[in-house]
Nanobody
Framework: QVQLVESGGGLVQAGGSLRLSCAASGRTFTIYTMGWFRQAPGKEREWVAAITWSGSSTYYGDSVKGRFTISRDFAKNTVYLQMNSLKPEDTAAYYC?????????????????????WGQGTQVTVSS
């Protein structure tokens, strides 16, 4: 089992920044990849970014590329999502999740069906 706890959400004006955190505990040695997803009201869950647990590779959705940065603190078993130049359309509940099996390719990183453990979510609201 892996437990995930997100934090860092809040209300921010357009153009502002927030940093989300996802702290992992439990059997973290089984993690291969951690991803961030978001879900706005009335919309499907959208993949945002992913990082290999080694920290060697990062991947981003087109809507956040160049504005968001995913990173990992090895000592704290925590993954961060630094969000800059926020837009109202970034408003959503943000979730972190882990994949606990190896793989490669875009489907491996972007498909929520392949993620095994999920956090409870943290709300991000961007006002215009």
């Amino acid at each position: 089992q892996v437990q995930l706890v997100e934090s860092g959400g809040g209300l921010v004006q357009a153009g502002g920044s927030l940093r989300l955190s996802c702290a992992a505990s439990g059997r973290t040695f089984t993690i291969y990849t951690m991803g961030w997803f978001r879900q706005a009201p009335g919309k499907e869950r959208e993949w945002v970014a992913a990082i290999t647990w080694s920290g060697s590779s990062t991947y981003y959705g087109d809507s956040v590329k160049g504005r968001f940065t995913i990173s990992r603190d090895f000592a704290k078993n925590t993954v961060y999502l630094q969000m800059n130049s926020l837009k109202p359309e970034d408003t959503a509940a943000y979730y972190c999740a882990t994949r606990n099996s190896a793989g490669r390719g875009s489907v491996y990183y972007t498909s929520e069906a392949g993620y095994d453990y999920w956090g409870q979510g943290t709300q991000v609201t961007v006002s215009s």
